[in-house]
């Protein structure tokens, strides 16, 4: 993939600026990054791999990647991010996998991903608080420009209520993640549903009909079971 710059378990506070604008894959894992801004990355621009997991993020300042244009691997996972803002990417972008897993992210804006809409794959939000983002109606509108998405991990966020069309425009999704949530009988079983004797709730038909593509789907820990209608239009699935 071509020269790799290997910053990791270095204490740094800030993203050195000696780095070789010649830098393809660039590692700043284990370091006390606190923020990173546009300044960040200048003169970085054949980087295709940026790994920043394992740091003290919590700000990412406005447009702070369109110094690479070649980016197509961004790895923020295992920081204290809180929210994504509209303005996390502002112009078209390579990415094709962008890990955020692992932070405290509790919102994120509603046209935050609609840069990466045409090159984004992979999508990693496990383990943080998106519950209440997937409660009220607007949260509709996050996914719906990552049209060609093949794997989205939503797992351990708390979400117990989002709508039965939350992945209308996910038809290439090969992988979905919405284990260890809440999932209950509000919003996203509003039609079709049924209580069992042991509490569980069944999942309306209409949820993953979209879904034509998916072949792995994983719901485990979560308070509900599949009726057979559910898994009709799922026609690539092959592991549950």
Same mark, same amino acid.
């Given at each position: 993939?071509?020269?790799?710059?290997?910053?990791?378990?270095?204490?740094?506070?800030?993203?050195?600026?000696? /780095?070789?604008?010649?830098?393809?894959?660039?590692? $700043?894992?284990?370091?006390?990054?606190?923020?990173?801004?546009?300044?960040?990355?200048?003169?970085?621009?054949?980087?295709?791999?940026?790994?920043l997991s394992y740091n003290q993020?919590?700000?990412? *300042?406005?447009?702070?990647?369109?110094?690479?244009?070649?980016?197509?691997?961004?790895?923020?996972?295992?920081?204290?991010?809180?929210?994504?803002?509209?303005?996390?990417?502002?112009?078209?972008?390579?990415?094709?996998?962008?890990?955020?897993?692992?932070?405290?992210?509790?919102?994120?804006?509603?046209?935050?991903?609609?840069?990466?809409?045409?090159?984004?794959?992979?999508?990693?939000?496990g383990h943080n608080y998106l519950?209440? $983002?997937?409660? /009220?109606?607007?949260?509709?509108?996050?996914?719906?420009?990552?049209?060609?998405?093949?794997? $989205?991990?939503?797992?351990?966020?708390?979400?117990?209520?989002?709508?039965?069309?939350?992945?209308?425009?996910?038809?290439?999704?090969?992988?979905?993640?919405?284990? *260890?949530?809440?999932?209950?009988?509000?919003?996203?079983?509003?039609?079709?549903?049924?209580?069992?004797?042991?509490?569980?709730?069944?999942?309306?038909?209409?949820?993953?009909?979209?879904?034509?593509?998916?072949?792995?789907?994983? /719901?485990?820990?979560?308070?509900?079971?599949?009726?057979?209608?559910?898994?009709?239009?799922?026609?690539? $699935?092959?592991?549950?």
């Amino acid at each position: 993939t071509g020269p790799a710059t290997d910053c990791s378990r270095r204490n740094f506070s800030a993203v050195p600026t000696n /780095i070789s604008s010649a830098a393809v894959v660039l590692d $700043l894992t284990y370091n006390r990054l606190s923020f990173v801004n546009r300044e960040s990355f200048k003169g970085l621009a054949q980087l295709k791999v940026l790994n920043l997991s394992y740091n003290q993020i919590s700000t990412i *300042g406005q447009d702070s990647f369109s110094e690479l244009p070649e980016l197509y691997e961004l790895y923020l996972d295992h920081n204290g991010i809180s929210s994504i803002a509209s303005d996390f990417f502002q112009r078209p972008s390579r990415i094709e996998n962008l890990d955020l897993s692992f932070n405290r992210i509790a919102h994120i804006g509603d046209s935050a991903f609609d840069d990466l809409g045409v090159t984004l794959k992979q999508l990693a939000l496990g383990h943080n608080y998106l519950g209440r $983002l997937f409660s /009220i109606e607007k949260s509709i509108g996050i996914f719906q420009q990552l049209t060609n998405l093949t794997h $989205l991990d939503l797992s351990n966020n708390g979400i117990y209520d989002f709508r039965s069309d939350a992945f209308r425009s996910q038809s290439n999704i090969r992988s979905l993640n919405l284990a *260890g949530n809440g999932l209950r009988d509000s919003g996203l079983f509003t039609e079709e549903h049924n209580h069992s004797s042991s509490g569980e709730y069944v999942l309306p038909v209409s949820v993953f009909r979209s879904l034509s593509s998916l072949n792995s789907l994983q /719901i485990s820990h979560n308070s509900l079971r599949l009726c057979c209608e559910a898994y009709r239009g799922l026609t690539s $699935l092959e592991r549950l």
